[in-house]
């Protein structure tokens, strides 16, 4: 099965042009799309998407900045089931900026999930590397709330952190990773070694 995570405050449908793809070279292979709310907090949405997989016999994750962070979990999960993913612009170091913006806005649930000296982000680095598992880090962009190299969104830092990943690097900014057709002949190659 093929897994879909959107990234936060987007939907499923930010992978219409990568799934136009994928589906024409493997349409046998079932999907799953699988949405969720940053307002509803990590862990109920994490337990949400573990229910909707439970019965699917191999995992590929395909996922963008947030939702990389729930495929981490979610292969960790099902490791026996996983067979490899990619992830697009996922800061797995955390945001430096939400530990900061969190004093501010202190009922945001997505300011306390997405930190970098606590919470789901700040867990996900004790997760083990999955197999077959990628990063691609966008390079191109610029936020006027990011002093740091950043793709808009993202730092650059965060998206490197995890060594054991391979990582990608891109330069395209933080949304035009899921319109890219380098992107989604990445994506092709890896399914295909993965699928085998």
């Given at each position: 099965m093929?897994?879909?995570?959107?990234?936060?405050?987007?939907?499923?449908?930010s992978?219409?042009?990568?799934?136009?793809?994928?589906?024409?070279?493997?349409?046998?292979?079932?999907?799953?799309?699988?949405?969720?709310?940053?307002?509803?907090?990590?862990?109920?949405?994490?337990?949400?998407?573990?229910?909707?997989?439970?019965?699917?016999?191999r995992?590929?994750?395909?996922?963008?900045?947030?939702?990389?962070?729930?495929?981490?979990?979610?292969?960790?999960?099902?490791?026996?089931?996983?067979?490899?993913?990619?992830?697009?612009?996922?800061?797995?170091?955390?945001?430096?900026?939400?530990?900061?913006a969190?004093?501010?806005?202190?009922?945001?649930?997505?300011?306390?999930?997405?930190?970098?000296?606590?919470?789901?982000?700040?867990?996900?680095?004790?997760?083990?590397?999955?197999?077959?598992w990628?990063?691609?880090?966008?390079?191109?962009?610029?936020?006027?709330?990011?002093?740091?190299?950043?793709?808009?969104?993202?730092?650059?830092?965060?998206?490197?952190?995890?060594?054991?990943?391979?990582?990608?690097?891109m330069?395209?900014?933080?949304?035009?990773v899921?319109?890219?057709?380098?992107?989604?002949?990445?994506?092709l190659?890896?399914?295909?070694?993965?699928?085998?």
């Amino acid at each position: 099965m093929i897994v879909y995570i959107h990234g936060a405050s987007a939907t499923a449908e930010s992978f219409t042009h990568i799934r136009q793809f994928v589906k024409q070279h493997y349409k046998r292979e079932p999907e799953a799309l699988l949405e969720y709310s940053s307002k509803d907090g990590f862990e109920n949405n994490l337990s949400k998407m573990k229910e909707q997989l439970k019965d699917a016999q191999r995992l590929f994750f395909i996922s963008h900045s947030l939702g990389g962070i729930y495929s981490l979990y979610l292969a960790n999960h099902y490791k026996d089931k996983t067979v490899g993913g990619i992830s697009l612009s996922t800061p797995y170091g955390g945001s430096k900026e939400a530990d900061f913006a969190r004093y501010f806005l202190p009922f945001n649930q997505l300011m306390r999930d997405i930190g970098s000296i606590r919470g789901p982000l700040y867990d996900s680095r004790y997760l083990d590397a999955p197999p077959n598992w990628a990063n691609v880090v966008t390079t191109t962009g610029t936020s006027p709330w990011i002093q740091r190299d950043n793709d808009g969104v993202v730092t650059v830092e965060s998206m490197r952190f995890r060594e054991d990943f391979e990582l990608i690097e891109m330069r395209l900014n933080h949304y035009e990773v899921v319109l890219s057709n380098a992107v989604v002949e990445l994506i092709l190659e890896r399914i295909g070694k993965s699928l085998k």
